[in-house]
């Protein structure tokens, strides 16, 4: 999504050469396409596929509404399997009109729902944790705790954790002990980092590069690794502006822009 005027055959082409070694796939990369060929290409391409993007928005008005979130989520975790996906990032869901607790109780049931499945094809799932910017919409799941509280109730620790983006969890001022907590819980199981413009203009879409704005991205990702968390950091960067601008020199730019906070270790764009 971060290169999405992108095709996939141009992200596996490109990225390879910045030295980036993972991909996440959103799902609608997938439409019409052969979920094996996929595998195939990625595989291919000397990528490893890092999750599915995304599953969840399991709220709904209607029982029909719960129960097609729900199939929805099952497509997911069968798509998942076939890529090669270990893991689907879940972006929870939200309903105007019905209370977050109401939302974050939907949720769980949601979840416990598919956990099993998930489960049985060996696919994690991962909640995401949205700014409470998003809570009217996207997620009630706004916080690290009330990702915790979910996995402490649903007890699937082999199954089902976190990921964590630096965009939504930043100004908590619990992040570092709740970060603490999901390592000991094994709970990490994914990482998310781009930076917070200020102003920002767009709530969705105007994402900055790391170091473009005022996120302590490389403190907490030191939390993360001291927490034992071994794998990809991802850039996740929803931006119109860069999305406007030639995706290569984009690239180049997520290079040199990770390059300064990290030196030079591997790369991994979502
Ligand atoms: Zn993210």
């Known amino acids: 999504m971060t290169t999405k005027p992108w095709s996939l055959e141009q992200c596996l082409a490109e990225f390879p050469k910045r030295d980036v070694s993972g991909i996440t796939i959103w799902r609608q990369m997938l439409e019409g396409r052969n979920w094996n060929d996929v595998r195939r290409q990625t595989m291919d391409a000397g990528l490893e596929v890092v999750s599915l993007c995304r599953g969840g928005f399991f709220p709904a008005v ?12 099952l497509v997911a975790i069968e798509q998942a399997h076939a890529i090669g996906a270990p893991l689907i990032v879940l972006v929870c869901g939200a309903i105007p009109g019905l209370s977050l607790s109401e939302s974050r109780k939907q949720i769980a049931d949601g979840i416990a729902a598919v956990l099993p499945a998930a489960e049985s094809a060996g696919v994690k799932l991962a909640i995401e944790p949205l700014h409470p910017m998003y809570a009217g919409d996207r997620s009630a799941v706004n916080t690290m705790r009330q990702a915790h509280e979910i996995c402490e109730a649903l ?20 992040l570092k002990e709740q970060i603490e907590l999901a390592g000991r819980t094994r709970r990490l199981h994914a990482f998310h980092i781009c930076d917070w413009k200020t102003p920002t203009k767009d709530l969705l879409n105007d994402r900055g590069l790391m170091g473009e704005g005022c996120i302590n991205i490389r403190e907490i990702s030191d939390w993360v690794d001291d927490a034992g968390f071994t794998g990809h950091r991802e850039v996740e960067i929803f931006s119109d502006r860069w999305w406007a601008a030639d ?12 390059v300064k906070l990290y030196g030079n270790e591997v790369i991994d764009p979502s």
Do not use: K, M
């Open 247 to 258: 995706q290569g020199a984009f690239l180049d730019e997520i290079r040199s822009s990770y």
């Open 155 to 174: 007890d699937s620790p082999s199954s089902l954790g976190i990921a964590i983006d630096v965009y939504h969890v930043w100004w908590d001022p619990e």
């Open 62 to 73: 209607t029982l029909s509404g719960r129960q097609a979130a729900i199939d929805d989520n």
